[in-house]
């Protein structure tokens, strides 16, 4: 497994994955092959491509880690102080590990031109950058959200709260991706990004703070959370509507 | 041939030259407005049976607040139209927008903060309103920050426009579910415009002001464009002709 490893940082190795996927993207014949299934093979290709470089998988999901202990530290050991913030701190911790792991979305496909070479296929860029969009979900926001629970109850959660939190957690990190992919798209052609990046998407993700650390703190307190889960689904499909059509804008004009 | 007017607008030159000549006709009625609004809610009107003077702030702080929302839609669809039809002109007018909206909404911010001294005991509160203005400061600063990253004005003219556009879509949403998450922690403390409660005596002096912000904001959009305009030409010929006494 270290040597497929080793593989990964090969930037051939990187052009081999692409070429493996996405030949039949380009042998096929421009007409043969159509936007959607354009946009599956770039998701198998970029979830390829992640699974060969694990530790960038791993780091998000140790700063989410390492930022809810945080707080116990600095705050108090008692879980009767830390309870009821829980699902606050478990958000801001996955609002900035879902921004850390946004550089990666655009950022290696950009630098090799790949991404110029989506621009130039003749197929919908909104649909590839869709799909790239939802690979990083699948890459980020799904463990995010199969590793909030645990964070949760760290800080005091009981285990019925479990499934709330998995399901706001996994829908709101579905809002996240979609408008950080519109910031990386802002960012891309600007070194350093960092700052920038957070200033642009923090506060454009404020609305899916806000409903999805209600829905949590509701399924904390054993209450019924639909409300702000329905409210949190409803950004994510707006998001899901119009993300990729301004993040697709925003790559254009930082390609030409 | 009814769009000519449109389309002269794209040219630089007649842009310099009209906003020249059309800054007066804004910047004196704002000041009058001003001016008679001021005394008309500083001076004239009643105190307030509950707040007794310290309500008057508002006739700097609702102004404020309605342009810091106002400049803002004025940048995004300013840079729609810069994006759609590519015109030059209507970026300069949203690059200029954004340093005037980020003052007016730091106004309403402190504003804010100052009339909520007295009323709430406290500087600051986590009210809806001050809390939607903080989020849109944040939003001018990304916007003016993106900006400043690119070397390339026209890049970063149509890179800014996406991101004008995008948070302009955002703006209610963020209002609303600032409101919603508020509304869970504490009932509303704020009074609300446009309900009956005002007397004429306090409500005409507060309108003189929102129509005189407005038309400040018009002088003062008007004189940044210019400068924009003058900043982005400054290798065309007609500059010469246009800054001959």
Known sequence: MSNSGAIGQDPAARVRAHETSAARTRNGGESSVSALTAARLILARDLKLAFRKRSQLVQPLA?????????????????????????????????????????????????????????????????????????????????????????????????????????????????????GSIGAGLTLGIRRSGALLSLLTLPLEIPVLIFGARATELAIGGAAYGVPLQLLAALAVLGLTLAPLAASAAVRINLE | MAWTWFHRLASPPHIYRVAGRLTPWLAWPAAALIVAGLIGGLVLAPPDYQQ??????????????????????????????????????????????????????????????????????????WDPRLTSELILLFLYFGYMGLRSAFDDVQRADRVSAVLAVVGVVNVPIIHYSVTWWNSLHQAPSVMRLGEPTMPPSMLVPLLMMLLGFTLFFGALLLVRVRGEVLSRERTASWIREALQP
Do not use: N
């Not at chain 1, 705050?75 to 309870?83: A, D, I, K, M, T």
């Not at chain 1, 090799?112 to 296929?121: F, M, N, P, R, V």
């Open chain 1, 63 to 179: 700063f989410f880690a390492i930022v809810t202990t945080l707080f116990p530290l600095g705050v108090s050991p008692e879980l009767s102080r830390l309870r009821p913030m829980a699902a606050g701190v478990v958000w801001a911790a996955a609002l900035l590990s879902s921004l850390l792991a946004l550089e990666l979305l655009f950022r290696d496909d950009a630098q090799d031109g790949t991404l110029e070479q989506y621009a130039l296929s003749g197929r919908s860029l909104t649909w590839l950058l869709a799909a790239k969009t939802a690979a990083h979900w699948l890459l980020t926001g799904l463990p995010l959200a199969l590793m909030a629970p645990l964070a949760g109850m760290a800080l005091g959660a009981p285990p019925a709260a479990v499934p709330g939190i998995i399901a706001s957690v996994a829908v709101g990190t579905v809002a996240l991706s979609l408008i």
């Open chain 2, 52 to 125: 007794g003077d310290g309500y008057r702030i508002i006739y700097v702080h609702a102004p404020s607040a309605w342009m810091s929302l106002l400049v803002y839609s004025t940048m995004a669809v300013a840079a729609a139209i810069g994006l759609i039809w590519r015109m030059k002109v209507a970026h300069a007018v949203a690059a200029s927008c954004a340093p005037i909206g980020a003052s007016f909404t730091f106004a309403a911010l402190v504003t804010g903060s100052l009339w909520g001294a007295p009323m709430w005991g406290t500087y600051w509160q």
